[in-house]
């Protein structure tokens, strides 16, 4: 019996250190390429993913991280410093996130979706579907309007909902552990730019007819026929938000630095286990 209890005391004392979590550093960096986005000849999306992105824990929030079960790193411990500074110091980029944190090796499901973001908010003077907001003018036509239309108009106004942000920079990322390392990045960087909208300009175009042919077709089932519409095609150079999407799954080892970019952004990450 004695020895029965020995060999179970040994068998719990091995597998205790197999159960305990092992821990990883994460450390991101996120910049954008400092050029013209008409130079990128390369087809981009439209939307994203809001209701993912609104729902994610904000990487820059460090209450947010410790609320979600992750811990903030503090500067002393960053190991990507010297790329950080190489990439300010450069012309052609602008690094826009610096952060790192300390997660344990959970798979995909357990850990959180944290949100990246960063840069300016465009949500003045954009929509969400990257369309130039337009002042909608609410005051009455007529001067007669009663008090009561305008106190309506005020209060419709008032009711409207919040814009949400659009972040120059914003998106989510994931690391986690399935057998080895994964890290999901779906970002976009927005930007300002400009494309030809098309304005359709209906001209009168009357018809040709001889003097028989046009008593005819004026009184045909009792409707008047005065002329053709003809609709020409023009166009003006409208403002848009332009989003550049930054979609990557990449597999990693522990202690590896990764380098992930596309013609508009990119992204260093290193995994590393912790000490």
């Known amino acids: 019996m004695a020895k029965q209890s020995i060999w179970a005391l040994l068998l719990i004392a091995i597998s205790q250190p197999a159960l305990a979590k092992r821990l990883y550093d994460v450390e991101l960096i996120?910049?954008?390429?400092?050029?013209?986005?008409?130079?990128?000849?390369?087809?981009?999306?439209?939307?994203?993913?809001?209701?993912?992105?609104n729902r994610a824990v904000p990487v820059t929030n460090t209450t947010a991280l410790q609320n979600a079960g992750l811990t903030p790193l503090p500067r002393s411990q960053w190991q990507l410093t010297d790329a950080y500074n190489k990439l300010a110091n450069h012309a052609g980029f602008t690094p826009m996130v610096h952060v790192a944190w300390r997660q344990d090796d959970s798979g995909r499901a357990a850990l959180p979706l944290l949100r990246v973001s960063a840069g300016r908010d465009y949500s003045d003077r954009f929509n969400a579907d990257g369309t130039p907001i337009t002042a909608q003018p609410t005051a009455p036509t007529n001067a007669t309007a009663s008090?009561?239309?305008?106190?309506?108009?005020?209060?419709?106004?008032?009711?409207?909902?919040?814009?949400?942000?659009?972040?120059?920079?914003?998106?989510?990322?994931?690391?986690?552990?399935?057998?080895?390392?994964?890290?999901?990045?779906?970002?976009?960087l927005r930007e300002p730019s400009e494309r030809r909208a098309l304005v359709e300009d209906i001209i009168d175009m009357p018809l040709q007819t001889s003097d028989a042919q046009q008593g005819a077709a004026t009184n045909t089932n009792n409707v008047q026929v005065a002329g053709l519409e003809k609709v020409k095609k023009q166009y003006h150079i409208q403002r848009f938000l332009q989003p550049y999407a930054f979609t990557h799954k990449r597999r990693m080892r522990s202690g590896e630095t990764h380098y992930l970019d596309n013609p508009m952004m990119g992204m260093i990450i290193q995994v590393r286990k912790a000490n």
């Open 30 to 53: 996120v910049f954008k390429r400092n050029q013209d986005p008409a130079s990128v000849q390369e087809s981009w999306p439209t939307q994203t993913d809001i209701q993912s992105v």
């Open 147 to 188: 008090h009561t239309e305008s106190q309506w108009e005020e209060q419709s106004l008032d009711t409207l909902p919040p814009r949400q942000p659009l972040y120059e920079l914003d998106g989510t990322l994931r690391v986690y552990v399935q057998h080895y390392l994964f890290v999901e990045a779906d970002m976009v």
